[in-house]
Structure formats: C-alpha cells, structure tokens
C-alpha cells in the first residue's frame, strides 16, 4: 500500500522536505500545504526581492557561530547537507550561484524568482501534490494499527489520512499552529521576534534617512550584547545588518524589556575616543584654516557629518576655531552617541522568530519526533534561529533535506 507524507508550509523547508522525498522515494505520496494562498513568500522577498540563498562559509565550526539559539542540533546535521551541497544542488537544476564581497550568495539571475522557478519545477517533476488554504486544527492518532498512523484535521473542515507528518510551517509567533503542535505533546520555547529593527520616535536622526554608514558598533545599554557592521539610518530609526544582528542575538532580552531599551552608537567602530582626539588634532596642524563644514577627516557622508556638527553646536568656523567643549561634544558623540529606543519594526513576511520546538524533544539525525514516531520537523518551526546574511535559509535546506531523506527512507522499510 502506497504511504502518504503530508508536509505542512509551503515555504523553503517544506518545499525541501516534499521534493526531497519525492525523489528519494518514487512511491511515496507527498502532499504539502500551505495555510494561506502565497507559496514561498519570504523566499520571494528576502535579500530585497533576489533571495539571499546561502552564506559563502565553508566551515562548519564558523557557520555554527551565525546561530543564536539551535547550533547543536545544526552541529549534527550540517553533516548530511552543509553550504556545498546547497550550491551543488541548485547548479545541478541549472540555478547557479553568486558570491558578494560580505558572503551572502544569490542566483546568478538577481531574482528571487529563479529560486522559486526551481523549487516549483522540481516540485511538478516529482509529482508533489499541493494543497494551499488548507490550515491545520488537529492531528490525531488513527485507531487501525493497519492503516496510516495519523488524521490530519484541517479548519477548512475536512482530514487527510498520512502516514507521515512534516511540519515545516515556520515560527510566527502568533500563529495557532503551535496549539495543535503542542497537542502532539511536544514543548514550545515561547516565540519571539528575531531580525528586526530599532525604533527611535521624535530624533532629529530620521532626517538622515538611507545613509548607511559602513562599520559601527551598537551596544545595548546595562546588558552584554554589542555588536559591529554596517549600519542604515530609517525615517523611524536605525537598521542594517549590525542592528539585525544584534536583534537576533538579544531577541529574548529585548522582548522582557518590552522593546523600550537604550542603546550607544560608535560611528566608526575602528577608533575610541582618543584616536578621534588624535585625528582632530591632525586636521587642526594640516587643515587649521579649512572650514570645518567643508571636510571631515573620516569622510563621513556629508549631511551625517553636518548633522554631528549642530549637535554639537559648532557653527561656520575652522578647525584652528574649534574650542575644548565642541571638540568633546563632537567626540562624544561619534564615538558613543545615546539613543532611546521605543519600539521595534518587523516585516510581516520576513522577520525571522527565536524559538518553536524544543530541540530536545527531535531525533537530531533525522528530524523525528522523540514524542510521537512519524512526526517529522523542519525550518523554522525548531527553535533554531539565525542572524541575517543567508543562515536560516541553510537551515531551511539542510533541515528540509534532513527530514526528507529520513522519511524516504522510513516510507521505502
């Protein structure tokens, strides 16, 4: 008798786990589906519509160091699917790969639609089956020790007969979905928002909006999270991949603190206090009669450099006229400027959620539940997370081909 795989999202870790099984195993039926009517949403938006596919970072120790939460669980299956079998198995479906200087990888094609192209094709090729509006509500244990193991009960009214259950329906942290998941007996790290940015209402930062500014460091003020990268000025605040960063690593601080916390910003993140003396008292013996407006020593954007200077009060003058007070102010500044966060800004589609499914509670070499045979896990359903740079969709893959290999080759025993 044929076995049924149903595979609940329709995102990149379902789509992983339904294709690779299919393959895997020709006779096994595989239905995947999805609760709303998008397939593949955050794959069409990531990386500003190109897809930030994988991370140019071929060691998996390194690779491990992206994760906030999930490295040992990843530990053990990076070794069945890592970054190299990612490249390989796109460029075997004709989607080549691209490296940009900070790592990140993309199709060749700068369109996220390549990827999605592919995975729908792949898809057709090993007839998998697939179902959208079709929302989850209850999964039960058949009686017939003969029959598939488990009713898949969907909203919509009607059940699927399934041998074998994937959940790949990502982590958003107000989704019903870990009430039906928690039914099955497993335990849920309470979700909470990861990748977002900083809100900063009513600062005359906001007139400053899309500078980006290449190499700072942000620190959050009273507690141990700090980090360094380029950093993006919004009209509601702060962003770029230094603040994203820090959001994921500080995910669970940040939401006890209510997104109301405040944070110090060093400009340049290369030079303290006192090399910025130093510069300054460069440009006073090279450039003393140079208008202090006209150029900055760290070439600074220019309407962020004449931002610095009315805050600290320093009119139309030049370098050999700025007293002890402004050169502090400016320093101080730079190096260490004060904000108040208010609030954080997430993406509806794209905002990746720390926690879901306790680790502990998976087989970490197939993905199976340790609760209830059958049951399969993938993405971000797990209480794995990564930084942004193209880590969680590593993780969508490898997860994806994991789990469907493992059902494969249960379904073929």
């Known amino acids: 008798m044929q076995n049924t795989l149903v595979v609940a999202g329709g995102g990149a870790a379902g789509f992983f786990v339904s294709v690779t099984a299919a393959r895997l195993n020709p006779e096994l039926k595989v239905i995947l589906v999805e609760k709303t009517g998008k397939l593949l949403s955050k794959v069409r938006i990531s990386g500003g519509g190109r897809c930030n596919t994988t991370h140019a970072c071929f060691d998996k120790e390194e690779m491990l160091k992206k994760y906030p939460r999930g490295?040992?669980?990843?530990?053990?299956?990076?070794?069945?699917?890592?970054?190299?079998?990612?490249?390989?198995?796109?460029e075997e479906r004709g989607v080549t790969l691209k490296t940009e200087e900070d790592g990140r990888m993309f199709p060749q094609s700068n369109t996220s639609q390549t990827i999605i192209d592919c995975l729908m094709k792949e898809a057709?090729?090993?007839?998998?089956?697939?179902?959208?509006?079709?929302?989850?509500?209850?999964?039960?244990?058949?009686?017939?020790?003969?029959?598939?193991?488990?009713?898949?009960?969907?909203?919509?009214?009607?059940?699927?007969?399934?041998?074998?259950?994937?959940?790949?329906?990502?982590?958003?942290?107000?989704?019903?979905?870990?009430?039906?998941?928690?039914?099955?007996?497993?335990?849920?790290?309470?979700?909470?928002?990861?990748?977002?940015?900083?809100n900063i209402p009513d600062n005359p930062i906001h007139e400053l909006s899309g500078i980006s500014l290449p190499d700072c460091t942000v620190a959050i003020g009273g507690e141990k999270l700090k980090e360094r990268g380029p950093l993006l000025i919004t009209h509601w605040g702060l962003s770029g991949p230094v603040v994203l960063r820090l959001s994921a690593w500080g995910a669970r601080t940040l939401h006890r603190l209510d997104y109301h916390f405040d944070i110090r910003v060093n400009?340049?993140?290369?030079?303290?206090?006192?090399?910025i003396r130093e510069d300054i008292r460069g440009m006073r013996n090279s450039s003393g009669g140079k208008k202090i407006h006209g150029r900055n020593p760290w070439n600074l954007p220019q309407r962020f450099w004449e931002y610095q200077?009315?805050?600290?009060?320093?009119?139309?003058?030049?370098?050999?006229?700025?007293?002890?007070?402004?050169?502090?102010?400016?320093?101080?500044?730079?190096?260490?400027?004060?904000?108040?966060?208010?609030?954080?800004?997430t993406f509806k589609e794209e905002f990746v959620t720390a926690g879901g499914v306790k680790i502990s509670e998976v087989d970490p070499q197939s993905l199976e539940s340790r609760l209830?045979?059958?049951?399969?896990?993938?993405?971000?359903?797990?209480?794995?997370?990564?930084?942004?740079?193209?880590?969680?969709?590593q993780h969508a893959w490898t997860s994806g081909f994991v789990a469907g290999k493992a059902i494969a080759e249960k379904a073929g025993s």
């Open 71 to 90: 490295s040992r669980l990843l530990k053990k299956i990076f070794h069945q699917f890592f970054v190299p079998d990612t490249i390989k198995w796109f």
């Open 124 to 198: 057709e090729t090993y007839k998998v089956e697939i179902r959208i509006h079709h929302e989850i509500s209850l999964i039960e244990k058949s009686p017939s020790v003969d029959g598939p193991r488990f009713q898949i009960h969907f909203k919509q009214g009607h059940a699927i007969a399934a041998d074998f259950l994937c959940i790949a329906s990502g982590g958003y942290p107000k989704s019903c979905m870990f009430e039906w998941i928690q039914q099955t007996g497993h335990s849920i790290e309470e979700p909470v928002p990861s990748l977002f940015t900083f």
């Open 267 to 275: 400009w340049m993140a290369d030079k303290n206090d006192q090399l």
């Open 309 to 345: 200077l009315g805050l600290a009060d320093i009119k139309d003058i030049v370098w050999a006229d700025l007293n002890s007070v402004q050169q502090e102010k400016l320093v101080g500044q730079l190096c260490s400027q004060h904000f108040a966060v208010q609030g954080k800004t």
């Open 372 to 393: 209830m045979p059958g049951v399969f896990f993938a993405g971000e359903v797990l209480d794995v997370d990564g930084i942004t740079g193209g880590f969680n969709f």
